[in-house]
C-alpha cells in the first residue's frame, strides 16, 4: 500500500496516490484522507473504491514538505498508512500520525 509519488519536474509538485487496501477497511462504505494538507477536513477527500476493495486518491502536493496525515473509515474509525514515510506521535491523543515526504 507504499503512496505511490510522481514528481513534475517542470513545478514544484508531486502527484502523490495514497490508497488503502481491503484488509485496512475490509466492510467500510467511505473512507476519507485528512490531513494537515487539507486543515484536517474530515468529508473534504473521499478515496474511490475499487472493485478489489482497495480505496485510492490522487493528489497534488507541493514538494520540499512533510505532510502528517491518517484515514477515516466510515467516520468513526481512524487508521494509520502502513506504508507512510514514517511516523509521528501526537501524545494529546495518545496516537500516531502518518507522514508523507517530499
Known amino acids: 500500500m507504499a503512496i505511490k509519488k510522481k514528481f513534475l519536474k517542470s513545478k514544484p509538485i508531486c502527484k502523490c496516490t495514497f490508497s488503502l487496501p481491503k484488509d485496512a477497511a475490509p466492510n467500510a462504505d467511505r473512507v476519507t484522507l485528512v490531513g494537515d ?3 484536517w477536513a474530515e468529508s473534504a477527500l473521499e478515496l474511490k473504491q ?4 482497495e480505496f485510492k486518491i490522487d493528489l497534488d502536493l507541493p514538494t520540499g514538505q512533510k505532510y502528517q496525515y ?7 474509525r481512524w487508521a494509520n498508512d502502513w506504508a507512510a514515510d514514517e511516523y509521528i506521535r501526537i501524545p494529546e491523543f495518545a496516537t500516531d500520525n502518518s507522514v508523507v515526504s517530499l
Request: overall charge neutral.
Open 37 to 39: 494538507f487539507n486543515d
Open 50 to 53: 475499487l472493485k478489489s476493495g
Open 70 to 76: 491518517r484515514y477515516l473509515i466510515d467516520g468513526t
